[in-house]
């Protein structure tokens, strides 16, 4: 089991920054990647960003250049998610993801509760 929470949601204006946090606990040992989805109001949950144990990261086309998510290292907890030039297209809920491998093959996804994020003037 692993437990994830998210921090840094909130309100900003078109071309602001925030930062999420996501902290997670538990059975970390065989998480293989944490990353960030989003889901707008009508829109399927979506990845933003996502840190691999292997040192990779992967990004939304949509995100490109604008947003950096922190390098996940095997046995840590936490992953960081940096939003510069935000868009109102960026309004969701996001949502930290751990991806867990199970010992049978294949893997499980944990989700967080979600942090709001609206961009608006």
């Known amino acids: 089991q692993v437990q994830l929470v998210e921090s840094g949601g909130g309100s900003v204006q078109p071309g602001g920054s925030l930062t999420l946090s996501c902290t997670a606990s538990?059975?970390?040992?065989?998480?293989?990647?944490l990353g960030w989805f989003r889901q707008a109001p009508g829109n399927e949950r979506e990845l933003v960003a996502q840190s691999t144990r292997g040192g990779s990261t992967k990004y939304a086309d949509s995100v490109k250049g604008r947003f950096t998510i922190s390098r996940y290292n095997a046995g840590g907890n936490t992953v960081n998610l940096q939003m510069n030039d935000l868009k109102p297209d960026d309004t969701a809920v996001y949502y930290c993801?751990?991806?867990?491998?199970?010992?049978?093959?294949?893997?499980?996804?944990?989700w967080g509760e979600g942090a709001l994020v609206t961009v608006s003037s």
């Open positions: 538990g059975s970390l040992a065989n998480i293989v990647a």
């Open positions: 993801n751990a991806r867990v491998a199970l010992r049978m093959g294949g893997a499980m996804d944990y």
